[in-house]
Structures are given as structure tokens and as C-alpha cells.
């Protein structure tokens, strides 16, 4: 959490907890009494996420969370799934068609807990979404990523290897994310809603226009091999028609911008 | 629980544990370290915990009791997963095949539940099965449970109704499950395996069996409707060849001895 971009105006409170802390988030939740809970806390460092036995505690605190936030009168809440709850042998991800069949213990978690928390909303007659975020980028990412690992090499110099350059990803600019999220709490959808460009594009282009932007091309060597799920890639047509939102953000230049932060971050921290 | 029926000779030893107390849980895993855990707990009182809110805990508690025994050494778990997980519009349930797709709180949650341990299984290199347990009975069952309220009127001479006759269920006596749950565990089967009988049927059947052996079948008046889901039964494919298990109580005897087993628990209340 930066606390740094929130306005000084006393607009916004913050209020700070472990959420996987009983007594935490039961004090938080009965002190704040939010009608809107927007949950995006979840274990989530690349690579160990995908397998951190922690994904069995976010289930339970997500699902206590959410519980508490009903019972102090909560109405409205957004929580944060992924495109990994689907079975990407599928390619195409549309909410409520393609099979749910996760992977991985992370995907698994966050679509057991998706599932849930549509049907407690139901029953506990609070209004619940679930996000499905796809490939997100932008700052403050962690720094294995393709992107940052991709622009600490090029920066100094050296040689990058960009591998399953041949896999199309739907990568989305975190504040259109951020935007799609703040979009979908002030409306009624509930349950899962893809939250991705809509357009599928490859991991080798990608670090193609990496590359470009920092004028280091000929230091990128990029694999073109395929090996599991070639594709994946979100239906917006939930998010267009119930929720009303689309990708605002021109693609080449979110890309762009992230690459010029992830540079400048990089030469502080070795000035440092 | 009751322990009366336990042999008194030390080979079973008893732990008592709140498994929603976090300490409590913990202490109990790794005080025991037991090798093999069959876990049945949860919030299961007819008709509330279709959707007790309880549900969730119970994911919560399930997970992280699972967790802990696998970080204590142990190797093999059987959960209690239930037929409402299945989307009861296919009828016929079968692992693998049949939607999930659980119209309630409690369906919802287990199948979550379920899911998450199955995925957990695989990374903590635990061996995980989910039992599905179809519809249960004998004795010590809830008493506003289909035969314990029809045996209650019709033992005192009152008229009784039986309403979604035309209904097919699968149901089980409650010693072949523990039966199943048994075999289940010595094997390494994992993931979904439904417990069932494998034979539909119909609700008005098994009210007049019970009216029969109580010999009031006159004061009997079965209703044939149909509402929703009109079968719901289990494949048992799965549970005969590869756990190696098929029911082998005969119906008509199981049914009648709980009858006699709820007649005799009535008498004796009525008496107290």
C-alpha cells in the first residue's frame, strides 16, 4: 500500500489491518461500517503464489471478511478474482461458459472463493462481484516480472531472452484495472466479470515493444515457442454491456509509461 | 459425537477439539500428528444450513485444519463433499462430468471447499479425496429429517403427508457411507468420489416402506408432485472400480431397523 498519492483533504480514511488476523478485520470491519467493500488483499508475490499454501488462508479470510462486512450492513462488494480460475485449454474466457477448472492452488482459491461469496450474496441479500483480472501491468509490480525483468536488462545493456514468445496473453494497464473495478462496485452485476482488454496479444510483441521503447531491439532475442495454453484471452462483453466499461488507455502508451517508470524506479534504486 | 460406542480396550483414543477455535485446531494436529484424517465436521443441522452463514467458517476451518495436518506429516485426507454440489438438472451425477453448479449456500461451499483441498493435495504432495455423500439416513440423524418425522406421526396414530412423492433420490444407510469413507481412505484415490447407492428412488416409496413397517400405511397420504429437480442419484462408477467398494447393506433391512431405531428413540423420549 502507498499512501503517498492519497489527497490531504481528509476525503479519504485510512484504516490500517491484518486481514488475516480474527481480531483485525473484526475490529476494522465494525469500526469503519463501509456499504461498499472493494477486497483486493490476497497472497500474490510471483512466482510462490501460485502454489502458497496461503491461498487456503485468504479463502477463509476473504469469506470472514465479506461476512463481517454483511453483518455490520454492508450492501456492496467487489472482490478480486483471475483469469487463472478458468480452463485455459479453452482459450476464449466468457463468464458462465467456459469450464472453471483451475490449474493451480491460486486459481483454485480464488474461484472456490468467487463461488462462495456469489452464493452467501444471494442468501445474505448483499449485492457480490468477483473481478477476474487478467494479465495486469503498470507500477509497483513486483520486479520479477517480464516487464521489469525485461527493462533491467535491456537498461544496462545487456542481452534479454524473452521465452514463450509465442503465447497470446490479454494484458491490461492496471488504472484501466483500477478504473474497471471502481466501475463494476457502482453498479448491481453480480458474479464473475472479466476484467481484460479484450484483445489478445503476444508475449513476444510485447517484449518487442519494450525493447523499442527504451531503443535496445537488437539486445532482445525472442522464442517464439508455444508449449501449454497458446491462448488466453477475456470476453468483455460482460464488462461492456452490464457494467458499461471499457479500456480507455491507448495500449502503446500505457505500455510505454510503464516501461519509463520501471526505468526511472530502477536507476534510483541503483543510485541509491 | 458419542462415545458410548467406543470399545473400551485403548485402541481408539479420543480428542476433543473446536475446530472453528483456531488454537484449539492447532493444538489438537499437532498434539495427535495422526497420519490419516477423515474430516465429517461442519455446520449441518436441517433445514438451516442450506444457508448458514456458518458455511463459511467452516471452508475457513476446513482449509486450515487440512493445512495443518499436512505440515504435521500427514499424508492422506477424506473430506465430506455433498450431491448438492452438482447442478441437480443433469439428474445423474458423475465425477468429472456433471456440472458444478450448487444452488446453495451449503452446496456452494462445499464444493469450494472440495475444490481447494483437491488443488492443495497436488502441491503438498498430500493425498486428498472428497467423499460426495448422497442422501443419508439411520439413526441419530436430526429428527426433522424425512423418516424420524414420519415415524413420530405415525407411531402416535396421526395422519401423515408425504409431499415431493414423485421426487427420485439416491439414498444411502448412513453405516454403508461410513463403510465407503473407510475403503475411501485406504486407497489413493483423490479428488471428487461420489457415496451413493447408485439406485433412484422416489420419495413417495420411501414413506410408504416406513408406513409399512409400522403398519399404518392407512394413515399415509403420499403427494406425487414433482417440483424442482426430480432426480438427483449417483454414479457409483468411480466408487466401485477404482475404490473397490459397493453398498452391501440390503435396502429394505437398513430402512426397517431405523424405523425401529426412531420408534424406540420416540418411546423412550416420550417415556422420559
Known amino acids: 500500500v502507498t499512501s503517498g498519492s492519497v489527497p490531504a483533504d481528509g476525503s479519504i480514511a485510512w484504516h490500517r489491518a491484518d486481514l488475516l488476523d480474527d481480531h483485525d478485520r473484526r475490529t476494522l470491519v465494525a469500526g469503519v461500517r463501509a456499504d461498499a467493500l472493494v477486497h483486493l488483499a490476497w497472497c500474490a508475490k510471483p512466482p510462490a503464489y501460485w502454489r502458497d499454501p496461503d491461498n487456503l488462508r485468504w479463502v477463509g479470510a476473504t469469506l470472514e471478511l465479506v461476512r463481517a462486512f454483511a453483518s455490520c450492513g454492508g450492501t456492496r462488494v467487489v472482490g478480486a478474482g483471475t483469469c487463472a480460475e478458468y480452463d485455459w485449454r479453452y482459450g476464449l474466457c466468457t463468464e458462465g461458459l467456459t469450464p472453471v477448472n483451475a490449474a493451480t492452488l491460486y486459481g483454485a482459491s480464488k474461484a472456490a472463493c468467487g463461488a462462495v461469496l456469489d452464493a452467501y450474496g444471494r442468501d445474505a441479500g448483499i449485492s457480490a462481484a ?4 487478467f494479465f495486469l501491468f503498470g507500477p509497483h509490480d513486483s520486479a520479477v516480472r517480464l516487464i521489469p525483468s525485461l527493462v533491467a536488462s535491456l537498461s ?5 531472452r524473452c521465452t514463450a514468445g509465442g ?3 490479454d494484458f ?8 474497471a473495478i471502481v466501475a463494476l462496485l457502482q453498479t448491481d452485476v453480480t ?3 472479466n476484467v481484460g482488454s479484450g484483445t489478445p496479444r503476444s508475449v513476444a510483441s510485447m517484449a518487442r515493444a519494450v ?4 531503443g535496445r531491439e537488437t539486445l532482445l532475442t525472442v522464442d517464439e515457442a508455444v508449449s501449454e495454453a ?3 484471452t477475456a470476453s468483455i462483453e460482460r464488462l461492456h454491456r452490464e457494467v458499461g466499461w471499457r479500456p480507455t488507455r491507448e495500449f502503446a502508451a500505457a505500455l510505454e509509461s510503464t516501461v519509463r517508470w520501471w526505468a526511472s524506479a530502477q536507476a534510483r534504486e541503483a543510485s541509491a
Chains 1, 2 share one sequence.
Request: charged share 15%; aromatic share 6%.
Open 167 to 169: 503465447h497470446y496473453r
Open 211 to 214: 525493447a523499442s521503447c527504451l
Open 191 to 193: 458474479g464473475p466479470v
Open 130 to 133: 468477483w473481478a477476474r483480472l
Open 172 to 179: 491490461l494497464p492496471v488504472e484501466d484495472a483500477a478504473a
Open 156 to 160: 544496462a545493456g545487456e542481452p534479454a
Open 230 to 232: 497458446p491462448l488466453v
